[in-house]
């Protein structure tokens, strides 16, 4: 076997052992010891390389993140003007929902794991936030906001359902949220939102 010298690429291999086993078995059957036998490398490598399995969980997860950031980019770097721009989030939720269900149960490991260890959210507010910029090219930041929910939102539900919903519905929706008629929408209490009343808000 190829010491790390000669094995340059053995942490990268590492990295997608980890995810690959987290996909496979989940966060809590997965060790240093399955995740050194499925990478090839000595069980040594995996101090050597990580200062334990939460750096090496943040470390992997990161790498996925980056992954799914690069998908959403892949679909909304080339949109010209906001119809192109629905058009391209529709098929990226039905990418994200009928491709992978690697990066699927991955998601909502990263959530589960997130939610139960509170510093584990920088990587999914960074994650958020990643994901917003993309959108934020196209869609005014409430908007872009709103719109990234729901790709989560409906992605899982395509995913999971047992008759999953078509592209017309997912555009429908799309549509609702960012169709403003040109006008960026207020919330209640801004500059132009509207009073219960009828009258303009302060």
Known sequence: MATGHTDPQRRDRILAATLDLIAEEGIARVSHRKIAARAGVPLGS????????????????????????AVFDAH??????????????????HRLSEESQRDLVLTQELYTLAARQPSYRELTHEWMRRSR????????????????????????????????????????????????????PSRPGRPGAERTDGRPGP
Not at 47 to 56: C, E, K, R, S, V
């Open 46 to 69: 995996m101090t050597y390389h990580f200062g334990g399995m939460d750096d090496l969980l943040r470390e992997a997860f990161g790498r996925f993140t980056d992954h799914i950031v």
């Open 76 to 93: 909304l770097s080339a949109p010209a003007d906001p119809d192109q721009a629905r058009e391209a989030v529709a098929d990226l939720i």
């Open 133 to 184: 910029v993309h959108l934020e090219r196209h869609f005014d930041p409430d908007t872009a906001r709103q719109l990234d929910a729901l790709i989560e939102g409906l992605t899982l539900h395509r995913a999971l359902a047992t008759e999953p919903h078509d592209r017309a519905l997912t555009l429908e929706a799309i549509t609702r949220i960012t169709d403003t008629g040109g006008r960026a």
